[in-house]
Protein backbone atom coordinates (compact mmCIF):
# COMPACT_ATOMS: atom_id res chain seq x y z
CA UNK A 1 0.00 0.00 0.00
CA UNK A 2 1.18 3.59 -0.94
CA UNK A 3 1.59 5.50 2.24
CA UNK A 4 0.27 9.04 2.49
CA UNK A 5 2.16 11.82 1.98
CA UNK A 6 2.49 14.33 4.73
CA UNK A 7 0.58 17.32 2.49
CA UNK A 8 -2.20 14.47 2.15
CA UNK A 9 -2.66 14.21 6.34
CA UNK A 10 -2.64 17.87 5.97
CA UNK A 11 -5.48 17.98 3.52
CA UNK A 12 -7.15 15.33 5.64
CA UNK A 13 -6.48 17.00 8.31
CA UNK A 14 -8.34 20.49 7.63
CA UNK A 15 -11.02 18.92 5.29
CA UNK A 16 -12.38 16.90 9.03
CA UNK A 17 -11.82 20.77 10.82
CA UNK A 18 -13.76 22.58 8.31
CA UNK A 19 -16.60 20.16 8.08
CA UNK A 20 -16.73 20.69 11.55
CA UNK A 21 -16.16 24.38 11.53
CA UNK A 22 -19.39 24.74 9.09
CA UNK A 23 -21.53 23.27 11.64
CA UNK A 24 -20.49 26.24 14.33
CA UNK A 25 -20.80 29.00 11.72
CA UNK A 26 -23.02 31.73 12.69
CA UNK A 27 -23.01 33.64 9.78
CA UNK A 28 -23.84 37.07 10.55
CA UNK A 29 -26.38 35.97 13.30
CA UNK A 30 -25.50 38.64 15.63
CA UNK A 31 -24.33 41.46 13.34
CA UNK A 32 -27.14 43.35 13.98
CA UNK A 33 -27.03 43.95 17.72
CA UNK A 34 -26.65 47.40 19.07
CA UNK A 35 -22.81 47.32 19.98
CA UNK A 36 -19.70 48.77 18.55
CA UNK A 37 -17.84 46.27 16.49
CA UNK A 38 -14.56 44.92 16.55
CA UNK A 39 -13.19 41.20 14.85
CA UNK A 40 -10.35 39.05 15.47
CA UNK A 41 -8.45 36.05 12.79
CA UNK A 42 -8.22 33.39 14.08
CA UNK A 43 -5.78 31.57 11.71
CA UNK A 44 -5.27 27.63 11.78
CA UNK A 45 -1.52 26.19 10.41
CA UNK A 46 -0.62 22.73 9.84
CA UNK A 47 2.41 22.09 11.23
CA UNK A 48 4.04 18.54 11.50
CA UNK A 49 0.74 16.44 11.24
CA UNK A 50 -0.94 19.14 13.71
CA UNK A 51 -3.23 21.69 13.77
CA UNK A 52 -1.75 24.81 15.36
CA UNK A 53 -3.05 28.51 15.96
CA UNK A 54 -1.11 31.73 15.52
CA UNK A 55 -1.00 34.46 17.91
CA UNK A 56 0.43 37.59 18.73
CA UNK A 57 1.84 39.38 21.69
CA UNK A 58 0.86 43.03 22.05
CA UNK A 59 3.73 45.86 21.36
CA UNK A 60 4.45 47.71 24.89
CA UNK A 61 3.46 50.97 23.23
CA UNK A 62 0.06 50.34 23.53
CA UNK A 63 -2.76 52.12 25.62
CA UNK A 64 -4.94 49.35 25.65
CA UNK A 65 -3.72 45.33 27.12
CA UNK A 66 0.22 46.40 26.62
CA UNK A 67 2.07 42.81 26.21
CA UNK A 68 -1.03 40.15 26.24
CA UNK A 69 -1.22 37.74 24.01
CA UNK A 70 -4.07 37.97 21.26
CA UNK A 71 -5.29 37.46 17.88
CA UNK A 72 -4.73 39.78 15.38
CA UNK A 73 -7.85 42.30 14.66
CA UNK A 74 -9.26 45.26 16.13
CA UNK A 75 -12.01 47.81 15.58
CA UNK A 76 -14.46 47.75 12.12
CA UNK A 77 -13.76 50.69 10.10
CA UNK A 78 -16.19 52.54 8.08
CA UNK A 79 -15.35 51.06 4.99
CA UNK A 80 -15.01 47.33 5.88
CA UNK A 81 -17.75 45.28 4.62
CA UNK A 82 -18.68 42.64 7.18
CA UNK A 83 -17.06 41.21 10.35
CA UNK A 84 -14.76 39.24 8.16
CA UNK A 85 -12.81 41.76 6.29
CA UNK A 86 -12.42 43.79 9.68
CA UNK A 87 -10.44 40.85 10.55
CA UNK A 88 -8.45 40.35 7.44
CA UNK A 89 -7.75 44.30 7.04
CA UNK A 90 -6.36 43.76 10.60
CA UNK A 91 -4.00 40.40 10.09
CA UNK A 92 -2.91 42.03 6.97
CA UNK A 93 -1.81 45.89 9.67
CA UNK A 94 -0.58 43.93 11.72
CA UNK A 95 1.22 40.54 10.87
CA UNK A 96 1.43 41.46 6.74
CA UNK A 97 -0.76 38.39 6.35
CA UNK A 98 -2.27 39.10 2.71
CA UNK A 99 -6.45 38.51 2.96
CA UNK A 100 -5.99 36.30 -0.01
CA UNK A 101 -3.63 34.25 1.55
CA UNK A 102 -6.26 33.26 4.13
CA UNK A 103 -8.78 30.72 3.57
CA UNK A 104 -11.79 31.93 5.53
CA UNK A 105 -14.12 28.82 6.96
CA UNK A 106 -16.21 30.64 9.11
CA UNK A 107 -17.68 33.07 11.64
CA UNK A 108 -17.98 31.80 15.43
CA UNK A 109 -20.03 32.82 18.26
CA UNK A 110 -19.19 36.03 19.30
CA UNK A 111 -17.80 37.46 22.82
CA UNK A 112 -17.91 40.71 24.24
CA UNK A 113 -14.40 42.77 25.72
CA UNK A 114 -14.02 44.72 28.24
CA UNK A 115 -14.78 47.83 26.30
CA UNK A 116 -18.54 46.20 25.43
CA UNK A 117 -17.50 45.45 22.14
CA UNK A 118 -18.77 42.53 20.01
CA UNK A 119 -16.02 40.75 18.85
CA UNK A 120 -16.41 38.55 16.39
CA UNK A 121 -14.27 35.61 15.82
CA UNK A 122 -13.82 34.61 12.21
CA UNK A 123 -11.78 31.03 11.34
CA UNK A 124 -9.58 30.56 8.17
CA UNK A 125 -6.86 28.45 7.11
CA UNK A 126 -3.20 29.94 6.31
CA UNK A 127 -0.36 28.37 4.87
CA UNK A 128 2.36 27.01 6.85
CA UNK A 129 4.79 29.08 4.84
CA UNK A 130 3.35 32.19 5.69
CA UNK A 131 6.15 34.60 7.13
CA UNK A 132 4.68 36.95 9.34
CA UNK A 133 5.68 40.81 9.50
CA UNK A 134 4.55 41.92 12.49
CA UNK A 135 4.13 46.16 12.71
CA UNK A 136 6.33 47.31 15.46
CA UNK A 137 3.98 49.89 16.85
CA UNK A 138 1.22 47.10 17.66
CA UNK A 139 3.10 44.08 17.51
CA UNK A 140 5.76 42.95 19.53
CA UNK A 141 5.80 38.31 18.65
CA UNK A 142 4.23 36.23 16.77
CA UNK A 143 4.02 32.13 17.59
CA UNK A 144 1.94 29.32 16.96
CA UNK A 145 0.69 27.06 19.77
CA UNK A 146 -0.60 23.32 19.08
CA UNK A 147 -4.70 24.09 19.25
CA UNK A 148 -4.77 20.95 21.17
CA UNK A 149 -2.73 22.81 23.84
CA UNK A 150 -6.29 24.23 24.63
CA UNK A 151 -8.15 20.55 25.43
CA UNK A 152 -5.14 18.87 27.04
CA UNK A 153 -2.72 22.16 28.61
CA UNK A 154 0.50 21.04 30.50
CA UNK A 155 -0.01 24.32 32.71
CA UNK A 156 -3.62 26.23 33.40
CA UNK A 157 -5.36 27.77 35.88
CA UNK A 158 -8.66 29.72 36.01
CA UNK A 159 -8.55 33.59 37.14
CA UNK A 160 -11.40 35.06 38.92
CA UNK A 161 -12.41 38.24 36.98
CA UNK A 162 -15.50 40.85 37.75
CA UNK A 163 -17.38 40.91 34.30
CA UNK A 164 -18.76 44.26 32.71
CA UNK A 165 -22.01 43.84 34.63
CA UNK A 166 -20.49 43.77 37.57
CA UNK A 167 -20.80 39.73 38.66
CA UNK A 168 -17.91 37.75 39.20
CA UNK A 169 -17.36 35.04 36.78
CA UNK A 170 -13.79 33.36 36.40
CA UNK A 171 -11.58 32.44 33.23
CA UNK A 172 -9.33 30.36 31.45
CA UNK A 173 -5.48 31.57 31.84
CA UNK A 174 -2.90 28.79 29.85
CA UNK A 175 0.61 29.13 30.10
CA UNK A 176 2.37 28.02 26.75
CA UNK A 177 6.34 27.29 27.07
CA UNK A 178 7.49 27.86 23.40
CA UNK A 179 10.49 25.84 22.23
CA UNK A 180 11.10 28.15 19.62
CA UNK A 181 10.94 31.16 20.97
CA UNK A 182 12.33 29.73 24.52
CA UNK A 183 9.90 32.30 26.18
CA UNK A 184 6.37 31.63 28.59
CA UNK A 185 3.35 32.78 27.10
CA UNK A 186 0.30 33.29 29.11
CA UNK A 187 -3.01 33.10 27.13
CA UNK A 188 -6.44 34.04 28.81
CA UNK A 189 -9.18 36.64 28.74
CA UNK A 190 -11.49 36.94 25.44
CA UNK A 191 -8.87 35.41 23.31
CA UNK A 192 -8.54 31.89 25.68
CA UNK A 193 -12.41 31.69 25.54
CA UNK A 194 -12.21 31.83 21.47
CA UNK A 195 -9.34 29.48 21.21
CA UNK A 196 -11.00 27.28 23.72
CA UNK A 197 -14.39 26.84 21.86
CA UNK A 198 -12.16 26.76 18.29
CA UNK A 199 -10.59 23.22 20.33
CA UNK A 200 -13.80 22.07 21.71
CA UNK A 201 -15.70 22.65 18.04
CA UNK A 202 -12.68 20.74 16.14
CA UNK A 203 -11.45 18.12 18.72
CA UNK A 204 -15.12 17.64 19.89
CA UNK A 205 -13.72 16.23 23.02
CA UNK A 206 -13.87 16.81 26.83
CA UNK A 207 -11.14 19.04 28.09
CA UNK A 208 -8.99 17.95 31.17
CA UNK A 209 -10.45 21.01 32.35
CA UNK A 210 -14.14 22.52 33.26
CA UNK A 211 -15.83 24.34 30.72
CA UNK A 212 -19.18 25.97 31.33
CA UNK A 213 -20.25 24.61 28.13
CA UNK A 214 -23.11 21.41 27.52
CA UNK A 215 -20.45 19.79 25.37
CA UNK A 216 -23.26 17.64 24.09
CA UNK A 217 -25.15 20.49 22.46
CA UNK A 218 -21.58 22.66 22.40
CA UNK A 219 -23.54 25.30 19.76
CA UNK A 220 -26.76 26.48 22.10
CA UNK A 221 -24.85 26.20 25.24
CA UNK A 222 -22.36 28.78 23.47
CA UNK A 223 -24.93 30.96 21.76
CA UNK A 224 -27.03 30.85 25.47
CA UNK A 225 -23.96 31.68 27.48
CA UNK A 226 -23.56 34.87 24.79
CA UNK A 227 -27.08 35.64 25.10
CA UNK A 228 -26.42 35.56 29.29
CA UNK A 229 -23.86 37.94 29.08
CA UNK A 230 -25.65 40.40 26.38
CA UNK A 231 -28.57 40.55 28.40
CA UNK A 232 -26.72 41.53 31.64
CA UNK A 233 -24.75 44.60 30.26
CA UNK A 234 -25.14 47.46 32.16
Same mark, same amino acid.
Request: aromatic share 10%; net charge neutral.
Given at each position: ???? $? ?11 ? /?? !? ?6 ? @???? !? ?16 ? /? ?18 ? $? ?13 ? @? ?7 ? #?????? #?????? $? ?33 ? @? ?5 ? #?? &???? *? ?17 ? $???? @? ?6 ? &? !? ?6 ? &? ?9 ? #? !? ?7 ? *? ?19
Amino acid at each position: RRRP $CPSEGGRSLKEKA /RL !RLREFDVG @DRFS !RLPLPRASVLLPLVVREG /RLHLLLTVRSMQLRRSPGQV $CFPGGKREATDKDEI @DTALREAKE #EVGLQP #EKVEVI $CRLVPGIDKMNHLVTPVVGFIEDTFQATPNPDEVS @DVFVVPL #EY &FVKP *LNYKTVPYKSSSGSLTWMH $CFTY @DDQEHKMS &F !RIWGLTAH &FAVFLALVIFG #E !RPTYEVDYD *LDNLLSSAEDNFWNLYNHMP
